[in-house]
Structure formats: structure tokens, C-alpha cells
């Protein structure tokens, strides 16, 4: 069925059941020198060729995603084929043909294993109306989507992001924007997508952001196509200015950068973390294959112990794990586990201070005062607080000293006792007022216990002679990295002291005090290293590039004289460098008319996209190129997409000659 055919959209239309035509037929005996018969993948229009191409994708590899292109927009399309998790289908124009897409769809056994549709582009190529009318018909769609953007630079980088949301681009190919007939035949390759970049003027930012944030290196940018079709001066706007030096020079800078962010990664991450990382670079953890130039080395693990960054060595790539003592522990790995106890160290302190706050306002609202003597100087009796003493000495780690205190008062014949005289107002936890009255913590005898323990913390001493307790925090807090690590595991005390009785030797306040301060510290000099981190893999990514694989002005090319060799040249990188297979070609007309096809062609994911003319007469290198992807591959398969009247079957007779 045509499927610009009208109908009433009714009742009548719930019952309508129609095939669109679109069975991939045999190319009148055209046959390969295999022995194998061209497919043509085609029918009455762009949207049923789509739709037949579609169904080819799926028997190769089921997805249940369809993305949407418009109808005539080519453009937005242009960089489409990239999605390699779903088909590419061209939308109807009219809302009767959209109708038919989606019943076709659910009626189509290799179809109807789609659930979802998105859109390629904004809603002025393919408005929300599309996607409802496509869904309507179709019961086995569940939700809808978009990828677009504010225009077709921003689409095309929008599909980028889509494209390699959960693997790595290796390469970006960058086409012209309002002509990207380079771009269809870069539809199927692989490791990279394309985007498209304004021809002249000033480059749409979201290219070059694109570009900074992937982590692709410079010399993995290809632009399709020569001077005529994008200038050096627009690329350069993508990737920046380049200086290109002699192979030798290049040589001698790229391994002095490389080892920069190898040493800026250790100190950073650690050694141990940083072997772990792939032998590549891709800088950004969040996808996959993250790497730093490391050992991809994650068995020989090494806890390193070296904690002076000036003396990290950059090892060679047959260094494996195993000298903890020139391996560094790393900003961000000190970090981690400083903030992890810290957050303990925190909540053991609020614990203490809270009970310590409670107990002495108990203390002082029960109103714990002195039991004054009976005569001028006579010794007063110091009231109990027993659970003030422990409350006390959990959070200063300090045995509570008890107050000792003389009666004091008037004697006008008859001794009338009015208050006290502290006599170890130094040595004792608690103030009281002259009526001899608990009024709260005697702040001076705070500050001489805290000021003891900050200075013992700063000197690394462990043992402080003295009335209070020793080893008042763990060993080196000021000056160590792993300082404060050491404490919590020992329900409170250090290390040294887990053996004594008391179980009491941490001043929490200080501890608490000096945790915070090294947590900061800390944080400091990890921010500092990644920014330092940051800061080498740019200078790597922006380095010189060598003469011997450049072209002019140092921006690398796939040039063809026009764009059937271009696709020829494109169809030779894309399988001897990308990983692209060789076990089918797919021709499509390079006629601006019929570009749509190689849009859709895009899908298909088992070889490359020959664009080839309507008449039979075949440039040179589009028929070197035929003949090398037969020799390669003996049991090679060809695919046409479109009709006749796209490539004709004379045009697949002249593709079959070249390939013997």
C-alpha cells in the first residue's frame, strides 16, 4: 500500500490491516562474483525503504528502540546513523501515512519488538503529533523521547552523547553542516561519531564543548572531507591551534606530557589506584575504559607508603606492584579514608560533649555545692559527681581531679560559714562560686589540658609527663597523613595505649578539633592535585602533531576528489582502522535527492556505505575500493538501499564488475 494514501481516521480505521510493500527482493539478477545476488532493500517511498532496511537490522541484532527522522530532514539526520542501539525510520509526511508506519510496525514480525520511539531533532522536523500518530496504531510502544537541540549542531552532538553514553569514542569525525553528504557515508563506522560543524563563521559552542569533554585526543579528529568542504580555519575553532613539529621532536613531547599525567595521576589517585587504570587515555571515571596511561594492572595491587610527592617515579611498563616504599599513597586516596573517620571521629565527639552537657547541667540544677566546715579555714566537703567525673574524663581523657576547697565566713562572736576558698582551682575539671556552688567547667584548667594535647599531637610525642593522662591523641596527627586513621579502630584509644585499663587516653575535643583541621588540609591538597591532573591531560590533548601523519595546517583528512571517493576512502578507513566488519557493503545513490537512504543505512552495523551515482559509471577509487572489500572478504554480501529509480539495477551490474 502507498503510504501517502489517505484515509478517515474512525472507527474503519481500528479494523484497517495493511502490508506496505516493502519485502526486500532479489536486484534483477544482479549477482556479486560470489556467486551471491544483490539485496534490495526498498519500496514506494523513503519511509517504506526505511522500513525495510529496518527489518534487516533486526534480524542481524534485535533492538527495541526506532528513532524518528523527518521525512525531508536530511540534516538533522545527518549524524544519525551513530545510534547503533535502534532503527532509523523515516517519518510520513502526513498523518494517514503515520497511521500506516505504526500498524505496519506492529504487524511486521520483526518490527513489533519495538517499545520505544524517539525523535532526531526538534519539533519542527519531527513534532510530538508524529510520534502520538506512530504510537496510536501501534499497541507494542510504551514511551516516546527526543534527541535534539536548538539546532543541527546541537542535535548532532546531542546524538553523539547518545551514541557513546556507555562506551568510549575513540575518534570524532567532523562533516560540513549544510551539506554533510559526507557525514550518510560515515553512517556505519564505527568507534566514533559525527558531527556536523558550521562551514564558516563562528563554530556553534556545543562542538568544541563536545569535543573538551570526551576525551578524544586531538589527533583522533577526522574531518570528512577537504578544504572546499569544511576549512582548517572551522576545525580549528573545534579542536584549537596546533603546532606541527618533526616526527622526532613530536616523539621526544608527546612521552615527557605522557609521563606529566602519569605522575600527576599517581599523586592524585595513588600509585595503587592509578596502575588499575587502562594503558590509554580516557580521562573522565564515569565511562567506561578509564584510563591515565596506567598498567591496566589489577592484580599486582601494592599499598603504598611513600608520602612525599617529589619523590614519585614514573615507572616504566614493565614495573608491576611491589615496592610499597616508592609507591604514593595518593591525595584522593588519603582523602577518602580521612574523611570516612573522620565522620566516626565526629560522631564520637557529639556523643561525648552530649553526655558531658547533660551531666554537668544535672549536676547543676541538683544543686551539687561544697559542705562547708564549721569554723575560718576548717576544709570543706567537695560534693559527689561521679558521673560528671566519667563524663569528664571520656571527653578530655583526664581522671577528673576532685575540688578541695577552706570554709570561709563571719564571726562576730558566733562563726557564720558564707562560702569557700578553692585550693586547687588549677588542677580541678569545675568552677564554683564563692557560695561554694557548681557553676560549670573550669575553662582554665580546659585550656591548659587541650593546649597539652595540641602541642603533644604536633610533635608526634606519645607519652606527656605530667597529672594528666598520656598519649592524649594518636601519634603524629599534625604531621601525618594516615595520623588520625590510626584511632578509631581502637574503641577510642590510640594504638600505643590499647592495652591499658582506663580505656580513656583520647582528648576528644583536641582530637575532634584536629581531625577537622586535617580533613581540610587535605582536601586542599587533593583539589589541588586533580586540578593539576586536569591541567596535564589538557596540555597533552592540545600537544603538537607530527608532520609525517598531517595535513596542512595540521587537521586530518579524509579527502576524495568529490564524494563517491570520499565514501570510497571513507569505506577503507572505516574497515582497516575502526573495526568496521567486511561482511556486507551497502550501496546508496549520492544523489542529493535520495541522501536519506544512506541515512538509514546507517543501521545497519556488518560493513560500510558505498555511495554510488544513479547511472552506471563508477569513479576509479569507488571501484578499487569495491574490488579490495571482495578480496578481503570472499563471501562479501551487497546490499542496495532504495529503488531503481535511486541505483539502478545497470549501476549494480557495474559494482558487480568491479568487484572481480
Known amino acids: 500500500m502507498n503510504l501517502k494514501k489517505k484515509f478517515v481516521v474512525g472507527a474503519a480505521s481500528v479494523a484497517l490491516i495493511a502490508g506496505m510493500g516493502v519485502t526486500p527482493a532479489f536486484a534483477a539478477d544482479v549477482h556479486l562474483p560470489n556467486g551471491t545476488q544483490v539485496v534490495r532493500l526498498s519500496g514506494e517511498d523513503r519511509t517504506a525503504t526505511s522500513v525495510a532496511v529496518a527489518e534487516k537490522r533486526m534480524k542481524d541484532s534485535p533492538v527495541t528502540t526506532a528513532y524518528i527522522v523527518g521525512y525531508n530532514a536530511v540534516v538533522d539526520a545527518a549524524a544519525a546513523g551513530a545510534l547503533t542501539d535502534g532503527v532509523i525510520l523515516v517519518a510520513p509526511k502526513d498523518k494517514s501515512g503515520q497511521l500506516l508506519l505504526g500498524n505496519t510496525m506492529l504487524n511486521s514480525a520483526q518490527l513489533s519488538q519495538v517499545t520505544k520511539l524517539v525523535a532526531v531533532g526538534g519539533e519542527g522536523v519531527v513534532p510530538k503529533s508524529v510520534l502520538d500518530n506512530i504510537k496510536k496504531f501501534d499497541t507494542k510502544i510504551t514511551s516516546t523521547d527526543r534527541i535534539d537541540g536548538k539546532n543541527r549542531y546541537e542535535t548532532s552532538v546531542a546524538i553523539a552523547k547518545k551514541a557513546f553514553a556507555t562506551s568510549t569514542a575513540t575518534n570524532i569525525y567532523l562533516a560540513r553542516g549544510d551539506n554533510p553528504v559526507d557525514a550518510m557515508a560515515a553512517g556505519a563506522i564505527l568507534g566514533g561519531p559525527v558531527v556536523l560543524v558550521n562551514p564558516s563563521g563562528t563554530v556553534d559552542p556545543s562542538v568544541p564543548a563536545y569535543y573538551k569533554a570526551s576525551g578524544v585526543k586531538a589527533d583522533n579528529v577526522i574531518v570528512l572531507g577537504g578544504e572546499g568542504a569544511l576549512a582548517d580555519a572551522q576545525v580549528q575553532q573545534v579542536v584549537g591551534q596546533h603546532e606541527t613539529v618533526s616526527p622526532w621532536e613530536f616523539a621526544a613531547s608527546e612521552a615527557d606530557l605522557k609521563k606529566a599525567i602519569q605522575k600527576a595521576a599517581i599523586a592524585y589517585l595513588g600509585h595503587d589506584a592509578w596502575q588499575d587504570t587502562a594503558t590509554d587515555l580516557q580521562p573522565d571515571p564515569e565511562k567506561p575504559n578509564y584510563g591515565l596511561f596506567g598498567l591496566a594492572d589489577t592484580v599486582n595491587d601494592v599499598a603504598g607508603t611513600l608520602q612525599d610527592p617529589r619523590l614519585i617515579e614514573v615507572p616504566s611498563a614493565a614495573l608491576t606492584a611491589g615496592d610499597a616504599a616508592k609507591a604514593f599513597t595518593g591525595y584522593k586516596t588519603t582523602y577518602d579514608i580521612l574523611n570516612k573517620n573522620v565522620v566516626g571521629i565526629n560522631g564520637a565527639y557529639n556523643v561525648k560533649k552530649a553526655t558531658l552537657d547533660k551531666e554537668l547541667a544535672d549536676a547543676i540544677a541538683a544543686g551539687s555545692k561544697f559542705t562547708l566546715g564549721q569554723s575560718q579555714g576548717a576544709a570543706a566537703t567537695a560534693p559527689t559527681l561521679t558521673a560528671l567525673d566519667e563524663a569528664v574524663k571520656a571527653m578530655y581523657g583526664i581522671a577528673a581531679v576532685a575540688p578541695t576547697a577552706t570554709t570561709k565566713g563571719t564571726n562576730d562572736g558566733n562563726f557564720v560559714a558564707t562560702g569557700v576558698t578553692l585550693t586547687n582551682a588549677d588542677a580541678t575539671p569545675y568552677a564554683f562560686n564563692e557560695k561554694g556552688e557548681l557553676t560549670g567547667l573550669n575553662q582554665a584548667w580546659v585550656n591548659k589540658f587541650n593546649k597539652a594535647a595540641t602541642d603533644a599531637a604536633g610533635t608526634g610525642v606519645v607519652s606527656v609527663a605530667g597529672t594528666y593522662v598520656e598519649s592524649t591523641v594518636p601519634k603524629g596527627v599534625a604531621g601525618s597523613l594516615n595520623a588520625i586513621i590510626a584511632d578509631k579502630a581502637a574503641d577510642g584509644k590510640s594504638a600505643t595505649d590499647a592495652a591499658d585499663a582506663d580505656k580513656q587516653r583520647i582528648n576528644w575535643f583536641v582530637l575532634n578539633e584536629l581531625a577537622n583541621k586535617q580533613l581540610a588540609t587535605q582536601k586542599a591538597l587533593t583539589d589541588s592535585a586533580k586540578a593539576d591532573l586536569a591541567a596535564a591531560v589538557a596540555k597533552y590533548q592540545t600537544r603538537p602533531w607530527e608532520k609525517v601523519v598531517t595535513q596542512a595546517k595540521g587537521v586530518k583528512r579524509i579527502i576524495g576528489a568529490d564524494r563517491y571517493e570520499t ?94
Open 567 to 660: 565514501s570510497a576512502l571513507i569505506s577503507y578507513y572505516a574497515t582497516t582502522k575502526t573495526g568496521t566488519p567486511t561482511t556486507e557493503v551497502y550501496l546508496a545513490s549520492g544523489a542529493d535527492n535520495n541522501l536519506i537512504d544512506s541515512v538509514v543505512a546507517g543501521q545497519l552495523t556488518k560493513g560500510s556505505i558505498m555511495l554510488v551515482p544513479t547511472k552506471p559509471e563508477l569513479t576509479e577509487q569507488t571501484g578499487l575500493e569495491l574490488k579490495r572489500l571482495a578480496k578481503v572478504n570472499a563471501t562479501i554480501n551487497g546490499f542496495v538501499i532504495g529503488g531503481t529509480a535511486a541505483v539502478s539495477d545497470d549501476t549494480l551490474k557495474a559494482v558487480a564488475a568491479a568487484m572481480k
